[in-house]
């Protein structure tokens, strides 16, 4: 059922189509774009990622056992056959710290000279401080300026074009951006709507000034809908509903969701950011070595390569070992992609992504 992972051709990129480096930079008209590269200081380039996820797997087969469901109809609504659940004293942070260094080793970037530490979490192990408090702590960086973001599955893009704009304006030289999550301390395990979706890991990347020669990040397209934050949604436990003795049983700081509603949206939002910038990047459909989505539902990702027009082998899937890990998802993709040779320096990749909010976000990056 899982779909091989498609190890992408290659691919130079130098058509006379190219936009620059990035999306606002116009070339007069001759100009080679590829030695814009070299002339621009305001692109980025990821040095590095990395990737963790928890030892111990939780099977469709398990889950038959405590709840209403079957292998069967997970496999073939979902495409997920297995997730990762983080031990009880492992958090956000240390998810996150383990996958950051692993980024870190990647880029050669010491902890010691880090300058900035997103982390892209709906779980953060504490509301306050932020989780990325904790892991410039875990791994030394005290150089760094850490906070978090909230952007559900689609923060680990948002934490990129944030760590971006602050690299090419100078702000900061590098980043460490990571996307992390323990879903499983926010999940009703008594809910077979929601409960088979979910599991916990981290990802992350590093992110610094391209130098000549290397690749970048082409275009990014970023949105958010708030009319539809009902959606999707964890309803307790912030300021609106605290939790208390008497609400306690009702499962408030639980995922709760509409999924055939959130189906439709994730298709269309994931689509529409996914063209635009395949589109500000110059690029066509053709162009593209790998397709990096967000890691929900094999049929979402399905129906997004069929409008995309993107053959499934180039597609990256592996959400048949993780389930859905909220910001995590498209990280530990991009690390597992990157270290498996799905694609190369050189190759055109799009990362495109969707969540609670709602939100959506794509990336054109030429690795
Ligand atoms: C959740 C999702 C898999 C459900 O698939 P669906 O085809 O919409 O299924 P429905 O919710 O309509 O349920 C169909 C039937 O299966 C049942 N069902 C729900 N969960 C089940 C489970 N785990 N096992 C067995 N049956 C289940 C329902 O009760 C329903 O039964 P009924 O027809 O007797 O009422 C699908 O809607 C989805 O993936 N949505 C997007 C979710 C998502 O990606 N969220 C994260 C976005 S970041």
Known sequence: MPR??????SFFCS??????PHENFRLPIGINCLHAVAMSDTAVTIAGTGSY???KILTNAELEKRIETSDEWITTRTGIKERRIAADDE???HMATKAGLRALEQAHLAPEDVELIIVATITPDTLTPATACYVQENIGARRAIAFDISAACSGFLYAMEIARKLIAGGTVHNALIIGAEKLSAFVNWNDRGT???FGDGAGAAVLRKS???EGHILAMDLGTDGSLTHLLNIPGGGSARPITAENADEHLATLAMLGKEVFKHAVNRMKSAAETVITRAGLQAEDIACVIPHQANLRIIDAIADRLSVPNEKV??????????SAAAVAIALDEAHRSGAFKRGDNIVLVVFGAGLTWAAAAIEW
Do not use: W
Not at 4 to 9: A, D, L, Q
Not at 316 to 325: P, R, W
């Open 91 to 93: 958090f956000t942070s």
């Open 53 to 55: 996820v928890p030892e």
């Open 195 to 197: 409960c088979i979706l």
């Open 15 to 20: 058509p006379p189509t190219r936009n620059p």
């Open 4 to 9: 091989s992972i498609f190890i992408g051709e």
């Open 316 to 325: 990256f899937v592996n959400l048949h070992k993780y389930g859905n890990t």
């Open 211 to 213: 130098q000549p020669g």
